[in-house]
């Protein structure tokens, strides 16, 4: 099993796949690591070798922000947002959609469960 980032990658799937179980990484990143390293993407995870994952590793800690940095960034330009007091900081502040959806009806993620109307006595 391959050790990429801190992350064990998932045995038996495509290393395009099996890539993006690390965060920071899409199918798309995923993509041009293997083309940069000469993989094909339909190999299988579990038939990489030491030296391979060394190339992989190389590529993506030169060129990639992945797992506790990428996360630390993304919490970082939150607390931006959230600091200027912005339309999307106070979205984001207020744990509702930042990107334009409707709420009447929908963002119950966002939302959480219903409350109802309170009870009359």
Known sequence: MARIAGID?????????ALTYIHGIGLTSARKILDAVELPYTMNSDDLDGETVNRIRKVIEADYT???????????????????????????????????????TNARTRKGPRRGAARRK
């Open 66 to 104: 992945v797992e506790g940095d990428r996360r630390r960034e993304v919490s970082m330009d939150i607390k931006r947002l959230t600091d200027l007091g912005c339309y999307r900081g106070r979205r984001h502040r207020m744990g509702l959609p930042c990107r334009g959806q409707k709420t009447k």
């Open 9 to 17: 990658l998932p045995k038996n799937k495509h290393i395009d796949r």
